[in-house]
């Protein structure tokens, strides 16, 4: 049996469209890019591309490589505040001045679609409902393409 990817990809995009069309405003989500790393900013490009094509609204934010700790996480915390900004998401790896797990936990849980914040994990372990990491849940979702 072979997995089409992109047909059950392109099936998920088309159910959140509708789903987002009738909603009041546009989920929004800000995606935060460190550096100049050319691997991530394709991912960033294509996380933009995908959250257009459902109606979403998305922002990105690129810093530069030295951008120091403390304003990576005031950077955050903006986001946190930002009521048009549902999702947030933080391109890692991020340079190696930065403690990612600082950056991290900063995230308002609610907002933290990669489900990397310390409270999202362990409700995910729990078996909880919370934000999981996206590779994990995107498998699951394949798998019950094809039960």
Do not use: W
Not at 9 to 21: F, G
Request: proline content about 6%; aromatic content about 6%; some cysteine.
């Amino acid at each position: 049996m072979i997995i089409d990817g992109k047909q059950i990809a392109k099936k998920i995009k088309i159910s959140i469209a509708e789903q987002v069309a009738k909603l009041d405003r546009k989920p929004g989500l800000a995606v935060v890019l460190v550096g100049d790393d050319p691997a991530s900013a394709v991912y960033v490009r294509n996380k933009d591309n995908a959250c257009r094509e459902v109606g979403f609204y998305a922002e990105k934010i690129n810093k530069p490589a030295d951008i120091t700790q403390v304003e990576l996480l005031a950077e955050v915390e903006r986001l946190n505040e930002d009521s048009n900004i549902d999702g947030i998401l933080v391109q890692l790896p991020l340079p190696s001045h930065i403690d990612t797990t600082k950056i991290l936990e900063v995230i308002d849980p609610a907002k933290d679609v990669d489900g990397f914040h310390p409270y999202n994990m362990g409700r995910v372990v729990e078996g909880l409902d919370a934000f999981a990491p996206c590779t994990p849940v995107g498998v699951m979702e394949m798998f019950k393409e094809y039960n």
